[in-house]
């Protein structure tokens, strides 16, 4: 099978159940936020030092996936049924928070703001965190013209929550510090 189509030379690309739309369009936004997301996510899997956050980053991944076709998804128009898509595993949030629990229990108290800095786990961990709430905006607009998923918004903004912290943790595991912000 070929990788290339040819169908979306002229700007617009197919939504997952029928319809096509501009590439620029909201909803091709944030799926394609989330997948750049997920990419990231890869290259942090590779360079954080605990295993345990590595496997996470993983089930991580296959989380996004799912919240990626969901958000991939053309909305019913009448004539086209909408298709199955997977769960957005909504479960995971409070899942997430003992995990962003527990890492906190190993570090120090935040008296400051801290800039992205220290390993190259810690730093990677501050993009995903960034483009986790690039992403998150990107489904606030298009939620403003479509209906999106109840759990989407959550999950996201709790994962923001977690590369924070796990950026963190990944410093304070390899003996770094966290740099604190200096408004000097």
Same mark, same amino acid.
């Given at each position: 099978?070929?990788?290339?189509?040819?169908?979306?030379?002229?700007?617009?690309?197919?939504?997952?159940?029928?319809?096509? =739309?501009? $590439? %620029?369009?909201?909803? =091709?936004?944030?799926?394609?936020?989330?997948?750049?997301?997920? %990419?990231?996510?890869?290259?942090?899997?590779?360079? !954080?030092?605990? $295993?345990?956050?590595?496997?996470?980053?993983?089930?991580?991944?296959?989380?996004?996936?799912?919240?990626?076709?969901?958000?991939?998804?053309?909305?019913?128009?009448? !004539?086209?049924?909408?298709?199955?898509?997977?769960?957005?595993? %909504?479960? +995971?949030?409070?899942?997430?928070?003992?995990?962003?629990? &527990?890492?906190?229990?190993?570090?120090?108290?935040?008296?400051?703001?801290?800039?992205?800095?220290?390993?190259?786990? &810690?730093?990677?961990?501050?993009?995903? +965190?960034?483009?986790?709430?690039? &992403?998150?905006?990107?489904?606030?607009?298009?939620?403003? %013209?479509?209906?999106?998923?109840?759990?989407?918004?959550?999950?996201?903004?709790?994962?923001?929550?977690?590369?924070?912290?796990?950026? +963190?943790?990944?410093?304070?595991?390899?003996?770094?510090?966290?740099?604190?912000?200096?408004?000097?």
């Amino acid at each position: 099978m070929k990788i290339y189509t040819k169908t979306g030379d002229d700007g617009n690309t197919g939504l997952f159940g029928g319809g096509r =739309v501009p $590439k %620029s369009h909201l909803r =091709v936004d944030a799926y394609g936020t989330v997948d750049e997301l997920n %990419s990231f996510i890869g290259l942090a899997a590779k360079s !954080v030092v605990d $295993k345990t956050t590595k496997n996470r980053l993983h089930t991580i991944q296959h989380d996004l996936f799912a919240l990626g076709a969901v958000l991939a998804t053309a909305q019913s128009d009448g !004539v086209r049924k909408k298709p199955e898509t997977p769960d957005i595993p %909504s479960s +995971r949030i409070a899942e997430m928070e003992t995990w962003i629990d &527990a890492a906190t229990g190993e570090l120090d108290e935040l008296k400051n703001f801290i800039i992205p800095d220290g390993t190259q786990g &810690a730093i990677i961990l501050h993009i995903c +965190r960034t483009l986790c709430r690039r &992403a998150e905006r990107a489904v606030v607009a298009l939620s403003l %013209s479509e209906e999106i998923e109840e759990g989407i918004l959550p999950y996201l903004n709790r994962l923001s929550d977690l590369f924070f912290i796990w950026a +963190r943790l990944d410093n304070h595991q390899s003996g770094e510090q966290d740099v604190p912000w200096n408004n000097d």
